[in-house]
């Protein structure tokens, strides 16, 4: 397939670490595809190395990656096809996004897939932490209040139709970006197909809080009575 119609959204805060191995992965994954990095005002190396391997740097205005996300939107002027979202930190294997594509080719009622890292064979040993059982419960809250039933709503790792991106204006402006994503696809008419991936170990400092994950709570509970 020609990837020149996808375009690769990445929005990195001081992700020196791991910027430059997800840029390199995605290139020798994908062929050319377009590849934009939103970077939160990094007070370390992420802009540079990510303009030495060869992607448009957006210096983001504000901070928060649903910010970066809905910045990168409406600084977008090409008629993508598809749009990857991808973190910067190296976790999400970029092998499966061909994969991701090609559902996408052969099911025009589907309007996203999203990477499932907990599949029902995962180690849990390799994620028993606060995390881990955060994000377990914010799932289960997604699917309760808001009917959209996916495994991990909450996954880095999508490709989305640009007709569903294209225009749109978030309300998020941190990590809620998902779950809002999510009903954004929703109201558009179109399915979320989930596709089992592995998940990499963080290269670089977490940035998930406990605050965030209220904000996400938030998010779910405003997108149930939206």
Not at 99 to 123: A, Q, T
Not at 129 to 141: H, K, P
Request: glycine share 10%; aromatic share 8%.
């Amino acid at each position: 397939m020609d990837y020149s119609c996808v375009l690769v959204l990445i929005a990195a805060l001081n992700e020196e670490e791991g910027i430059g191995q997800t840029l390199l992965e995605l290139k020798k994954t994908l062929d050319k595809p377009a590849l934009l990095v939103i970077d939160g005002n990094s007070t370390d190396n992420t802009a540079e190395i990510a303009r030495r391997m060869g992607a448009e740097v957006l210096i983001q205005q504000g901070s928060g990656k649903g910010a970066a996300i809905g910045q990168a939107i409406m600084h977008v002027n090409d008629d993508a096809k598809y749009a990857i979202l991808i973190d910067a930190d190296y976790t999400y294997p970029a092998g499966y996004l061909p994969k991701m594509v090609r559902i996408l080719e052969e099911n025009p009622d589907v309007g996203m897939v999203c990477g499932n890292r907990f599949k029902d064979d995962m180690d849990l040993g390799a994620h028993h932490d606060v995390l881990y059982f955060g994000n377990r419960l914010l799932a289960f809250t997604h699917n309760f209040f808001n009917g959209v039933e996916l495994k991990d709503p909450l996954t880095g790792l999508r490709v989305v139709r640009w007709e569903i991106l294209k225009g749109w204006k978030p309300k998020s402006k941190g990590f809620d970006i998902e779950v809002e994503l999510n009903h954004q696809v929703e109201r558009k008419g179109f399915g979320i197909i989930e596709i089992p991936i592995e998940y990499r170990p963080r290269l670089g400092e977490k940035k998930l809080r406990f605050e965030h994950g209220l904000t996400i709570l938030r998010r779910i509970l405003a997108e149930s009575l939206g």
